[in-house]
């Protein structure tokens, strides 16, 4: 069996799980998610937690439960307390600005860059260098953040661009000017 895979969900306060024809609807505070789990996956809800298993031993299967686990608890914990994720900004005259919900970068470029967030992310600018990614959606989230990062990813020799908060970039020597 999956280590991760047949760990129980915890279902907390204010969060509701309901399953339909191979659908698992999350419901919470701050939003509602839907995946549609795979055929050979089952799904029970009983005593406020949430079990996954699988049908057969088949290497699919093994790969699939896990993961299915996974995303279940994301989205759980999505609707209940959200995901974020921090950017910063560094280099001389790189900022972000917001106008309305639209995101706008200058970073170099000829033009201010704009970002358009999709449904269910919100973002926002704490300071003119660091940029806020919020949401329920854990994918969605993370590549928010990361088609933010790629419009001007961080370079190795004066570190500057878009980075994760947390992110650490290696920085390379310049070059010498002796013969």
Known sequence: MSRIGRKPIQIPEGVDVKTEDKAVTVKGA????????????SVDIADGEIHVSRGADEKR???AH?????????????????????????????????QGKNL????GFSHPVEVIPPEGIELAVDGPTKVIVRGVDKQLVGQTAADIRGHRPPEPYKGKGIRYADEYVIRKAGKTGGK
């Open 30 to 41: 701050k939003g509602t998610l839907k995946f549609d789990v795979l055929p050979f996956i």
């Open 104 to 107: 706008v970068l200058a970073l």
């Open 61 to 63: 299967d093994r790969a």
């Open 66 to 98: 896990g993961m299915t686990r996974a995303i279940l608890n994301n989205m759980v914990i999505g609707v209940s307390r959200g995901f974020e994720r921090v950017l910063e900004i560094i280099g001389v005259g790189y900022r972000a600005q917001m």
